[in-house]
């Protein structure tokens, strides 16, 4: 009988969520789709199985590897494709801010029309949900604005946005408006307004000190500031 090792729902992107051991039961999946992600442009297949306890399951394998269990949903439909393009969808949506949108290669089950039409809907409402939340300027967006920190909505939820992170680092704070609250895990920073006008605050401090040293050595070596990077800063703060 082919049955589900947990009954819990939902797209596997870390260890918090298990759905069991798959290398026993690999043969019980039909091959579904090919296509190509992230972008290094790796080829990918997916496959699916559906259990006697109304469930459906993804699974998938990259260039030859093991498969591995990436979703699974109870299903929703009485028709096989409907309960497809559901579990297609969650695991786009699920790995969109990591891995981008995936292009079609190939499926035994979905033409490129309508596979097309899965990522188009996303789009579509990703767009929805970025022109609602532009519309909700909280304080804590205003603030990002006023300081000139390059930020815009997601398109998750109405609350979802994304800004650079103050760092200088080549990641990004994740924005919520609903309680107006920012954080990054990549700086181990987090907080409202207040918090990150103190880390502001510190990061300016740690720069001026910086420019402050390089300028000091400049001055002792050529007796004179050399960069005009360190003379502009120089002018600008004093």
């Given at each position: 009988m082919k049955t589900v090792f947990t009954k819990q729902e939902g797209v596997t992107?870390?260890?918090?969520?298990?759905?069991?051991?798959?290398?026993?039961?690999t043969n019980?999946?039909?091959?579904?789709?090919?296509?190509?992600?992230?972008?290094?442009e790796v080829q990918f297949k997916y496959f699916y199985r559906i259990t006697d306890d109304n469930y459906i399951q993804l699974a998938f394998k990259m260039d030859g590897g093991e498969l591995k269990l990436s979703?699974?949903?109870?299903?929703?439909?009485?028709?096989?494709?409907?309960?497809?393009?559901?579990?297609?969808?969650?695991?786009?949506?699920a790995h969109l801010p990591y891995d981008g949108f995936p292009c079609f290669i190939k499926s035994s089950v979905l033409s490129k029309q309508?596979?097309?039409a899965i990522v188009q809907s996303i789009k579509d409402e990703k767009n929805r949900q970025a022109i609602m939340a532009?519309?909700?300027?909280?304080?804590?967006?205003?603030?990002l604005k006023e300081k000139k920190i390059s930020h815009e909505p997601t398109g998750h939820n109405l609350y979802s946005w994304v800004a650079n992170c103050p760092s200088g680092g080549q990641h990004h704070i994740m924005v919520s408006t609903e309680n107006d609250e920012w954080g990054c895990g990549y700086c181990r920073?987090?907080?409202?307004?207040?918090?990150?006008e103190k880390w502001l605050r510190e990061?300016?401090?740690?720069?001026?000190?910086?420019?402050l040293s390089r300028m000091m050595k400049e001055i002792?070596?050529?007796?004179?500031?050399?960069?005009e990077y360190i003379r502009k800063w120089w002018m600008n703060r004093y």
């Open positions: 992107m870390n260890s918090r969520l298990d759905f069991g051991d798959i290398k026993t039961i019980e999946f039909e091959y579904l789709m090919d296509t190509t992600e992230t972008m290094w979703a699974q949903f109870k299903l929703r439909s009485k028709h096989l494709k409907e309960n497809i393009n559901f579990i297609v969808r969650e695991h786009i949506e309508e596979f097309e532009n519309a909700k300027q909280t304080p804590l967006i205003q603030y920073r987090k907080g409202g307004i207040a918090e990150l990061i300016q401090i740690k720069k001026d000190q910086e420019n002792e070596e050529f007796g004179e500031i050399q960069s």
